[in-house]
């Protein structure tokens, strides 16, 4: 039995999977082997190769950190016949078959395009068109702004200046980091004012959820007025 198209499933703080084009992309998957338990699949968060055995599978990994990307995503391809990986430059022990990808990369896959920014912290930011829609997920390109004093123009030109703008973003992935409450969030109600894009997702929760809703709020008095998935748990998913 094959997922459902059209489907985005949250896979815990920056990790989400999509079946769009009967294909699964999965990003930034984090999660180790070893806190997997019997009975575990996407409807709480986890990626079980024997539940996605079925799928075309495009795996991306914005960059090294250990809650972005965990060396048992590879496990995957001695269950799912049909995986590709995409992986940041910044990785350095990878198995010979994966794509490594960098900042200014253009890669042209057969059934999708992958475009390639820099980040303002590791690895990439990444574009994916695939079955006629732009997908943005930020990694951690994100207005990191610690000390509070750093102008939004800053991030507008480190962060956003190069994501391709040939195409009106219709998913995008951005980080709302509740750590930076105060001080623009990481960067996604910037975001939200430069591209509109048709349906934002906050990443980089760390599980505080319900950070989530007061989000929402702000970006509807900002004038926000598309669709904003108010992520509550790991599992949830949501139809576009």
Known sequence: MTLPNNTIWHLGHSSNAIKIA???????YATPLSKHQKGDGLFNGRIIPEEIRQESVAVFISHGHEDHYTADIFEWSKVVPDINYFISYDIRSCPDRVHKVKPHQYLEMDGFSIRAYPSTDEGVALSIFIGGRHLYFSGDNAFWNWDGDLDDEIYLRLALADIDRSQPINVAFQVCDPRLERKGAGGI???AREFNPD???PVHSFGDYAFNRRVEQRLRKQGFDKRFWRV???GESIRI
Do not use: G
């Not at 009967?22 to 930034?28: R, S």
């Open 232 to 234: 509550e748990r790991a």
């Open 199 to 201: 349906l934002l997702i």
């Open 189 to 191: 109600y910037i975001f």
């Open 22 to 28: 009967d294909t699964l992309l999965v990003f930034d």
